[in-house]
């Protein structure tokens, strides 16, 4: 028995294709991205190395990276508070009503299947200035804003509307999450609460609250690393415009890198975005180290 | 008791008004793609006066639907079954032979979950043209199946872990070997956790946009979500093909979702949450 789990030649097979091309597609590139970003190169010319002039420039030099990073993390801040109060909220709802609960489960957690491509298409009509919601909006005399052009205040409306429609989307994967690490509490704990005298309030705070702290730390760092690397939302609702005032960090990479062709001052960018989500990673993991109750 | 059913009422309200938010603009969506332009602009929030089914046919035809439903299929299914494969063969040598090294590469797996697939889009970019593998398919599968192993390899873990040991002994003793174990114990056991990792694996690339826009420049590769955003832009006008073009590329998804939405819980359950 135990010599068949140690069989050296199984693992081996076992591992290597999943190890092979983790380190060729993964590992491999993001050494050359570090290196990359070290050089000067447009899809033209030949790679020269510059040193650290490509990152010198990115946060001295480009007005567009201040505001794309300012972008993303206001997404990040607001993706990861909003859709964790909800998602916790929608989970604790409905892990608490009897009838009904899978209807609405599935209804909320649709959109996180979906398209994102194609709902962007559907809110960037509703948020047209001249149709969709401001047409609902005329009826009552109201002069709706311009919801994905407007370029007032130091975080633009359409960035709102960008972060409330992922909300809207994803808030559903965070709430399963959370459902799911709900189910498996047990019910006894709760019945014992009950007799404590404690109401439904007072077990949620008491009981489901402590024990889903494990998931905490798991969802909101996908949460995280998910809204630092959004992009498909902003490209299909705004494009990064009016003016680059909606920008975040990959719509930048992506039209440095593939409409203005500067390979080095894309991974420059892409390095940027990945040592980002490591720092949030560990800081996440930090606060959130939390011990692991029998449940 | 009658304290219960006002508060009931209330969490009741709450959750329709919500899912009205998130019903509503979908089922508008398939409102409007059978509409005709003039009466998206005039009334675009009434039923269709005449359902125009010649939306979807221009759709189809004109932006090329067809080809590209073909290959995100052709995609999608191609790193389906080797993500799952491929992750499970790992997920089987993590969790259950026993060797010094396989914490660290657990820890090394689960580090693809923090990588953002932008840092390597140029790098693997240069190196797809470098050796003529862009505007292939290829070039979106291998890095879709290496994106998707993270997921897959730790949630079948966890499930391969906590299957009860008594079984692999029955198997050993009756002489089965160590790739039998695996193929007619471990991955039949295993079916939710598979299935959970194989709808994710399936949607996430079935909507991946960037790589595919990057990678893919000639139209007759192209993928569903690529053609999707053709008929974007501040002065497209034919609103109702969009719409339909909308529903044709959702459709999929939202007919697997329904088949298969409980089982999602089912598995995150008894897989994702026990690490």
């Given at each position: 028995?135990?010599?068949?789990?140690r069989n050296?030649?199984?693992?081996?097979?076992?591992?290597?294709?999943?190890?092979?091309?983790?380190?060729?597609?993964?590992?491999?590139?993001?050494?050359?991205?570090?290196?990359?970003?070290?050089?000067?190169?447009n899809?033209?010319?030949g790679?020269k190395?510059?040193?650290?002039?490509?990152?010198?420039?990115?946060?001295t030099?480009?007005?567009?990276?201040?505001?794309?990073?300012?972008?993303?993390?206001?997404f990040?801040?607001?993706?990861?508070i909003?859709?964790?109060?909800?998602?916790?909220?929608?989970?604790?709802?409905l892990?608490n009503?009897?009838r009904?609960?899978?209807?609405?489960?599935?209804?909320?957690?649709?959109?996180?299947?979906?398209?994102?491509?194609?709902?962007?298409?559907?809110?960037?009509?509703?948020?047209?200035?001249?149709?969709g919601?401001?047409?609902i909006?005329?009826?009552?005399?109201?002069?709706?804003?311009l919801?994905?052009?407007?370029?007032?205040?130091y975080i633009?409306?359409?960035?709102?509307m960008?972060?409330?429609v992922?909300?809207?989307?994803?808030?559903?994967?965070?709430m399963?999450?959370y459902?799911?690490?709900?189910?498996?509490?047990?019910q006894s704990?709760?019945?014992?609460?009950?007799?404590?005298?404690?109401?439904?309030?007072?077990?949620?705070r008491?009981?489901?609250?402590?024990?889903?702290?494990?998931?905490?730390?798991?969802?909101?760092?996908?949460n995280?690393?998910?809204?630092?690397?959004f992009?498909d939302?902003?490209?299909?609702?705004?494009?990064g415009?009016?003016?680059?005032?909606?920008?975040?960090?990959?719509?930048?990479?992506?039209?440095?890198?593939?409409?203005?062709?500067?390979?080095?001052?894309?991974?420059?960018?892409?390095?940027?975005?990945?040592?980002?989500?490591?720092?949030?990673t560990?800081?996440?993991?930090?606060?959130?180290?939390?011990?692991?109750?029998?449940? | 008791?009658?304290?219960?059913?006002?508060?009931?009422?209330?969490i009741?309200t709450?959750?329709?008004i919500?899912?009205v938010?998130?019903?509503?603009?979908l089922?508008?969506?398939?409102?409007?793609?059978?509409?005709?332009?003039?009466e998206?602009?005039?009334?675009?929030?009434?039923?269709?006066?005449?359902?125009?089914?010649?939306?979807?046919?221009?759709?189809?035809?004109?932006?090329?639907?067809?080809?590209?439903?073909?290959?995100?299929?052709?995609?999608?299914?191609?790193t389906?079954v080797?993500?799952?494969?491929?992750?499970?063969?790992?997920?089987?040598?993590i969790?259950?032979?026993?060797?010094?090294?396989?914490?660290?590469t657990?820890t090394?797996?689960?580090?693809?979950?923090?990588?953002?697939?932008?840092?390597?889009?140029?790098?693997?970019?240069?190196?797809?043209?470098?050796?003529?593998?862009?505007?292939?398919?290829?070039?979106?599968?291998?890095?879709?199946?290496?994106?998707?192993?993270?997921?897959?390899?730790?949630?079948?873990?966890?499930?391969?872990?906590?299957?009860?040991?008594?079984?692999?002994?029955?198997?050993?003793?009756?002489?089965?070997?160590?790739?039998?174990?695996?193929?007619?114990?471990?991955?039949?056991?295993s079916?939710t956790g598979?299935?959970?990792?194989?709808?994710?694996?399936?949607?996430n690339?079935?909507?991946?946009?960037?790589?595919?826009?990057?990678?893919?420049?000639?139209?007759?590769?192209?993928?569903?979500?690529?053609t999707?955003?053709?008929f974007?832009?501040?002065?497209?006008?034919?609103?109702?093909?969009?719409?339909?073009?909308?529903?044709?590329?959702?459709?999929?998804?939202?007919?697997?979702?329904?088949?298969?939405s409980?089982?999602?819980?089912?598995?995150?359950?008894?897989?994702?949450?026990?690490?």
């Open positions: 028995m135990d010599k068949l789990y050296k030649l199984a693992i081996i097979i076992f591992i290597a294709p999943a190890m092979l091309l983790f380190t060729a597609v993964l590992l491999v590139p993001i050494c050359q991205a570090v290196y990359y970003s070290l050089c000067d190169w899809a033209l010319t790679a190395f510059i040193g650290l002039k490509n990152f010198e420039k990115l946060f030099d480009d007005n567009t990276m201040k505001i794309a990073v300012k972008n993303s993390l206001f990040m801040l607001f993706s990861a909003s859709q964790q109060v909800i998602g916790l909220v929608l989970a604790g709802l892990t009503i009897k009904g609960r899978n209807l609405f489960k599935n209804i909320y957690y649709l959109p996180a299947v979906l398209s994102s491509a194609a709902l962007g298409l559907l809110w960037s009509f509703l948020f047209n200035p001249k149709m919601i401001n047409q909006l005329a009826t009552f005399g109201v002069d709706g804003p919801w994905l052009m407007d370029t007032k205040g633009v409306l359409p960035m709102w960008i972060a409330l992922a909300l809207w989307q994803y808030v559903g994967t965070t399963m999450l459902m799911a690490q709900i189910s498996g509490i047990s704990l709760y019945e014992a609460s009950y007799i404590d005298g404690a109401n439904r309030l007072k077990s949620f008491h009981v489901t609250l402590p024990l889903i702290k494990p998931m905490v730390a798991t969802s909101l760092s996908l995280c690393i998910g809204s630092l690397k992009f939302l902003v490209y299909n609702m705004t494009q415009g009016p003016n680059h005032r909606t920008d975040v960090l990959a719509t930048h990479l992506y039209y440095q890198g593939f409409q203005y062709f500067k390979y080095g001052y894309a991974s420059a960018i892409g390095v940027v975005l990945l040592i980002m989500c490591l720092i949030v560990f800081i996440i993991n930090r606060c959130f180290k939390s011990e692991n109750y029998e449940m | 008791m009658k304290k219960i059913k006002i508060s009931t009422i209330i009741y709450f959750l329709v919500l899912a938010f998130y019903v509503a603009p089922l508008w969506v398939v409102f409007v793609s059978f509409k005709t332009n003039a998206v602009m005039s009334n675009p929030f009434t039923l269709p006066a005449v359902p125009q089914w010649d939306n979807y046919f221009i759709a189809w035809t004109a932006g090329k639907l067809g080809i590209a439903t073909l290959n995100s299929v052709i995609v999608c299914v191609v389906l080797l993500s799952m494969l491929i992750g499970a063969m790992a997920a089987f040598a969790g259950r032979m026993r060797w010094k090294l396989s914490g660290l657990m090394y797996f689960l580090i693809g979950m923090m990588i953002p697939i932008h840092c390597v889009l140029i790098p693997l970019f240069v190196s797809f043209s470098n050796i003529h593998m862009t505007n292939t398919l290829v070039s979106l599968i291998l890095p879709y199946i290496t994106f998707s192993l993270p997921m897959t390899v730790y949630i079948l873990v966890n499930f391969f872990r906590g299957m009860p040991g008594d079984m692999f002994e029955a198997a050993c003793i009756d002489g089965c070997s160590i790739y039998g174990t695996f193929f007619k114990i471990a991955l039949p056991l079916k598979l299935f959970v990792t194989g709808l994710m694996t399936f949607v690339n079935w909507n991946e946009l960037l790589l595919a826009m990057v990678f893919i420049s000639d139209t007759a590769k192209k993928t569903l979500s690529v999707l955003t053709y974007v832009g501040p002065y497209a006008t034919n609103y109702v093909q969009m719409f339909a073009a909308i529903v044709i590329a959702v459709a999929p998804s939202i007919v697997v979702y329904c088949c298969f409980n089982q999602i819980v089912d598995g995150l359950t008894a897989g994702a949450v026990k690490g």
